[in-house]
């Protein structure tokens, strides 16, 4: 099975900043990388798919690259309801597997 | 506007059954994979299992590996609904269960533009004695 590893586990930034998380995969996956956010209490959304595909209606301050094994998400202007935890989610090879989240402060 | 309402959570004591149930809205239900994910309170994410549409006239169907053989994927495009039937339930089955629409298909041991683009509310499992 592939595991995903995303990076940091949580992190502290203010209104404004550029965010990073990185995600890697223990494959090859291609562009085969998904991203949600998750607020407490909650159903997960989608944000990013196929890696830097921005979802209908989402904030374009939201924005994903990579491919092969290794991928980044960037919130590009930190905003107050960005408070969240995200979650990378690879599906190229069965079982699809989500990384362990990262839980984003302000 | 796409709607999936979860039901049929609960407390059940290990080794006991659960059904759940996605009532599904807003848009053509056959036409679409379904999914099932998982969270574990205070943890993360977890896929549980796939179904395809039935458009074609038979479903794929697959199970992540900690539920093989005790839980089971099915539909009613009739009905707009997804079920999980979870038997021999055990403590470290207790999440909340997510139904979720998959754009995208599975086949052979791959997936293809496979994301979940609308959730449910979700609803709590609780196996406990």
């Known amino acids: 099975d592939i595991q995903m590893t995303q990076s940091p586990s949580s992190l502290s930034a203010s209104v404004g900043d550029r965010v990073t998380i990185t995600c890697q995969a223990t494959?090859?996956?291609?562009?085969?990388l998904n991203w949600y956010q998750q607020k407490p209490g909650k159903a997960p959304n989608l944000l990013i798919y196929?890696?830097?595909n921005l979802e209908t209606g989402v904030p374009s301050r939201f924005s994903g690259t990579g491919s092969a094994t290794d991928f980044t998400f960037t919130i590009s202007s930190l905003q107050p309801e960005d408070t969240a935890t995200y979650y990378c989610?690879?599906?190229?090879?069965?079982?699809?597997?989500f990384g362990g989240g990262t839980k984003v402060e302000i | 506007e796409v709607q999936l309402v979860e039901s049929g959570g609960g407390l059940v004591q290990p080794g006991g059954s659960l059904r759940l149930s996605c009532a599904a809205s807003?848009?053509?239900?056959?036409?679409?994979?379904m999914t099932w994910v998982r969270q574990a309170p205070g943890k993360g994410l977890e896929w549980v299992s796939y179904?395809?549409?039935?458009?074609?006239?038979?479903?794929?169907?697959y199970y992540a590996d900690s539920v093989k053989g005790r839980f089971t994927i099915s539909r009613d495009d009739a009905k707009n609904s997804l079920y999980l039937q979870m038997n021999s339930l055990r403590a470290e089955d207790t999440a909340v269960y997510y139904c979720?629409?998959?754009?995208?298909?599975?086949?052979?041991?791959?997936?293809?533009?496979?994301?979940?683009?609308?959730w449910g509310q979700g609803t709590l499992v609780t196996v406990s004695s």
């Open positions: 979720a629409r998959a754009e995208g298909y599975c086949s052979g041991s791959r997936c293809y533009k496979y994301y979940f683009d609308y």
């Open positions: 807003g848009f053509t239900f056959s036409s679409y994979s």
């Open positions: 179904m395809s549409s039935s458009s074609s006239g038979s479903s794929t169907i």
């Open positions: 494959q090859d996956i291609s562009n085969s």
């Open positions: 196929d890696a830097s």
């Open positions: 989610q690879q599906y190229h090879h069965l079982p699809p597997s």
